[in-house]
Structures are given as structure tokens and as C-alpha cells.
T-cell receptor, first 114, second 114 residues
Framework: DTEVTQTPKHLVMGMTNKKSLKCEQHMGHRAMYWYKQKAKKPPELMFV???????INESVPSRFSPECPNSSLLNLHLHALQPEDSALYLCASSQVGTESYEQYFGPGTRLTVT | AQSVTQLGSHVSVSEGALVLLRCNYS??????LFWYVQYPNQGLQLLLK??????LVKGINGFEAEFKKSETSFHLTKPSAHMSDAAEYFC????????????FGTGTKLQVIP
């Protein structure tokens, strides 16, 4: 199974709402990633978890709160978002080691903030 | 620091013609290089990767890329374009080890003309 799943596929939320994005993989990967992708742009790294610990936070605003409950799951909690946060949010996973391993991406959650 | 530059944000080819997407990298250490493809409203899918085992790398869907250290290039080619190849293509670089902090290029949108 080389699949990364993300739910929901689409999400519309108001600026005062609280919502969560979910990501799951069963490939035994110990690194998981959140990316934000705006239209016609490459993915921008937001967070990296390695062995369930937050390893990288790319200066992301606190209205985005990541969580890694176990090695297969990754959540992104959203609160008080702004319209400019509307984007495709991608989750990815990879092995961890001395070599370089490709990242496996999920299909993304299309987020619209109204 | 590592970076990749993709020349040409849009490339148009006729169906059956050669596809050539250009990528040049900059890295202070031996790089690991990737090409990913993204179809509309989907996540990224790995086409191929260079990890120093061989300079000519074959990937999925008939794509291949050649690592040229002297030219700091990793161009993506396919001998004969198919309509289904129309998508966004991203070149990416990482230095490897541990979790992967990948730097993506700005992307090239490939249009295939029937």
C-alpha cells in the first residue's frame, strides 16, 4: 500500500470556525509533512514530523496547529483563518534514513476560507 | 543551500513530439534530485529520482532524466508526448539524510497539442 489519504477533500470554513484536516499513511514511514500550495505555485513546506516529533516549523502562523498522534496519522488544526489561507493543503510521508527517499503525497484538501 | 531553476513556466508540444523540460540545480553537497508530476486538483506523483547510482534515470510513463554534473542539470525528457502527459511538472532537490526538506522548482506546465 503506497497511498496517503487525506480528508476531507474539500472544506469551506468561515474565519471564526475551527476545523481539522486529517492525513493517514500505512507505509511505515516515520516522517510526515504538511505543505500549502497556492494556485500555479509549487508546494510550500509548513511542518515536518519525524518519529512523531515536530522537527520543522517553517514560521507558520499559530492559527495552524499540527498534531501527530501516532506514526500513521497527521492532523492540521485550523482556527481563525484568513481568506489568504485558502489553498490546497497537501500531506506527504517518507522514510527517514541516511539516503534520500521520495515523498509520497496525498491528493490534498482544497480549503476555502470565507 | 540548495535550489532548482526550471526554465520555461509553460511548454507546448505536439502529440508525438519530443518532450524536454529543463531543470538546473544549485547545491553545496551532492544533491538528490526528483521530478514530480501534478495533475489538476491532485497531489504530486513521483516520476523519477536521482540518487547517484546512475546518471541516466528512467521513470514511469516513459519519462527519463539525465544528471549532468558539469552542467548542473537534470532535464526531463520523453520521446513521444501523449495527451495524458498534460500536467504541471516540478523539479525538486534535497541533500538527503533524515527527513527530507525538499526544495521545489517553480514548475512547468506542459501542454500537449493534438
Amino acid at each position: 500500500d503506497t497511498e496517503v489519504t487525506q480528508t476531507p477533500k474539500h472544506l469551506v470554513m468561515g474565519m471564526t470556525n475551527k476545523k481539522s484536516l486529517k492525513c493517514e499513511q500505512h507505509m511505515g514511514h516515520r516522517a510526515m509533512y504538511w505543505y500549502k500550495q497556492k494556485a500555479k505555485k509549487p508546494p510550500e513546506l509548513m511542518f515536518v514530523y519525524s518519529y512523531e516529533k515536530l522537527s520543522i516549523n517553517e514560521s507558520v502562523p499559530s492559527r495552524f496547529s499540527p498534531e501527530c498522534p501516532n506514526s500513521s496519522l497527521l492532523n492540521l488544526h485550523l482556527h481563525a483563518l484568513q481568506p489568504e489561507d485558502s489553498a490546497l493543503y497537501l500531506c506527504a510521508s517518507s522514510q527517514v534514513g541516511t539516503e534520500s527517499y521520495e515523498q509520497y503525497f496525498g491528493p490534498g484538501t482544497r480549503l476555502t476560507v470565507t | 543551500a540548495q535550489s532548482v531553476t526550471q526554465l520555461g513556466s509553460h511548454v507546448s508540444v505536439s502529440e508525438g513530439a519530443l518532450v524536454l523540460l529543463r531543470c538546473n540545480y544549485s547545491s553545496s553537497v551532492p544533491p538528490y534530485l526528483f521530478w514530480y508530476v501534478q495533475y489538476p486538483n491532485q497531489g504530486l506523483q513521483l516520476l523519477l529520482k536521482y540518487t547517484s547510482a546512475a546518471t541516466l534515470v528512467k521513470g514511469i510513463n516513459g519519462f527519463e532524466a539525465e544528471f549532468k554534473k558539469s552542467e548542473t542539470s537534470f532535464h526531463l525528457t520523453k520521446p513521444s508526448a501523449h495527451m495524458s502527459d498534460a500536467a504541471e511538472y516540478f523539479c525538486a532537490v534535497t541533500k538527503g539524510g533524515g527527513y527530507q526538506k525538499v526544495t521545489f522548482g517553480t514548475g512547468t506546465k506542459l501542454q500537449v497539442i493534438p
